[in-house]
């Protein structure tokens, strides 16, 4: 038998290509029943790539059964004070009676010579006497890892000196000690903010009155800009300042706070963009990252609120758990 000619063997391929082409052109049958099942698909799709996409990212309302097995709350249902000591400087020292040496603290040049241990001390003392006069109340003392050369934190070493200097007074026997750290803000808008989160973490509820103990010259930083971006009532906040020993030096802190402080945070307020974000950056050498999205959810577009750059001082409008 003759092998077919090559002519007639490329015949077959094009005669199935052109059958496939016609089948794909003829004229299709479909009924109502058919568009109508087509066009419910689709917008079944679009309306749920919407709330998707609307909701993301979705809040954790409930805990693994293996955080929350760790956790006992109920010593601490009745408390509603927040008192928020935030951190300014490392703690190193191991003894109290050595709490003023600027040796024993991880300090900025601009913070030496200046007694600023001295103040440092102050805050903690009355942070820790404010919740020794109210037993609904718990301190939370707030600052990161911020600096390279320390292996602890800020609020570590805060609580850590008023342990030490035996600050902490209980009218009830066996009450736990009603304080704690933050260990996670990088500066005074997230001392704020974070220190809410925390009580909510470790009571399980929101407070429902927040005081604050800081130096004087922050106080409008506090009252007006930082309490205002969280859209905290002025009805249940406190600021209590406490100056610096010498009133030069209270008079050059002050300047600095308004150059370096105030003003940044009234361009920026929540401190997302430029020398804020910088600062941030500078401090987080370590790269902690804060559990509160997880323990807090509510607070969870609060955290990541960043207005455009155009505007930084628009205010977060959503939903939050003290309106």
């Known amino acids: 038998m003759l092998p077919t000619p090559v002519s007639l063997s490329k015949r077959k391929p094009f005669r199935r290509e052109t059958q496939r082409l016609r089948l794909l052109l003829t004229r299709a ?16 799709s679009v309306v749920l790539n919407l709330t998707y996409w609307l909701t993301w990212p979705l ?30 400087a490392i703690w190193i020292g191991s003894k109290a009676e050595d709490r003023f040496n600027d040796d024993l603290w991880t300090l900025e040049s601009y913070q030496k010579q200046g007694g600023r241990p001295e103040a440092f001390f102050k805050h903690i003392s009355k942070g820790v006497e404010l919740a020794n006069e109210d037993n609904s109340s718990l301190v939370v003392f707030s ?15 805060y609580l850590r000196l008023a342990l030490q200097a035996n600050l902490f007074r209980t009218s009830i026997p066996n009450q736990p000690l009603r304080a704690t750290t933050e260990n996670y803000a990088l500066d005074s808008y997230q001392n704020f903010l974070f220190s809410i989160a925390r009580f909510q973490e470790y ?3 929101y407070p429902r009155q927040i005081t604050i103990v800081g130096y004087e010259m922050k106080r409008k930083r506090f009252e007006e800009l930082h309490r205002a971006a969280l859209r905290w009532p002025n009805d249940r906040f406190q600021y209590v300042g406490i100056n610096l020993n010498r ?3 209270a008079v050059v802190a002050e300047m600095g706070e308004n150059l370096n402080g105030f003003l940044p945070y009234s361009r920026d307020l929540y401190g997302c963009h430029s020398e804020l974000l910088l600062k941030r950056k500078a401090r987080n050498a370590f790269s902690r990252f804060h559990p509160y999205h997880t323990s807090s959810p509510e607070l969870r577009q609060l955290m990541d609120w960043c207005p455009h750059d155009g505007d930084a001082t628009a205010l977060f409008t959503g939903p939050l758990p003290w309106d």
Do not use: C, K
């Open 29 to 44: 049958r479909i009924t109502n029943l058919g568009v109508l099942l087509l066009f419910l698909f689709a917008l079944a």
């Open 203 to 205: 009571t399980g509820h």
């Open 247 to 249: 009133d030069e030096d």
């Open 59 to 88: 809040p954790i309302t409930s805990y693994p059964h293996s955080i929350l097995s760790t956790i006992s709350r109920r010593q601490f249902e009745g408390l509603d004070h927040l008192i928020v000591v935030p951190g300014h």
């Open 143 to 157: 600052g990161g890892q911020t600096r390279p050369s320390s292996t602890t934190t800020e609020g570590e070493s």
